[in-house]
């Protein structure tokens, strides 16, 4: 039992850090007009600490942005594409 326990508390140590931070979220981005634009959201995306990863489609008007919940949230995300004058939402 206290063996089982130890071995239990070993696995989650390990597990549980690597899924509880890195989060994907799918935002919309209907304002990206042209096939420049998602440079422009990419960046501003890529420009906030704990984002490693921002993948933006004009044809899809949307941005796949990996992060760091630990570092960052959504709310940060959106107004970042914000205030590079893309504003967005969090896609269902
Ligand atoms: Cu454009």
Known sequence: M????AALAAALAFVVPTWAAVQTVTLSVPGM??????????????????VSKA????EEKE????????????EA?????KDAGYPSTVKP
């Open 2 to 5: 206290k063996k089982s326990i």
């Open 33 to 50: 007009t042209c096939s420049a634009c998602p440079i422009t959201v990419k960046l501003s995306l890529t420009k906030v600490p704990g």
């Open 55 to 58: 993948r933006v489609s004009y």
């Open 63 to 74: 941005a796949v942005v990996t992060f760091d919940d630990t570092k960052v949230n959504v």
């Open 77 to 81: 995300l959106l107004k970042a594409t």
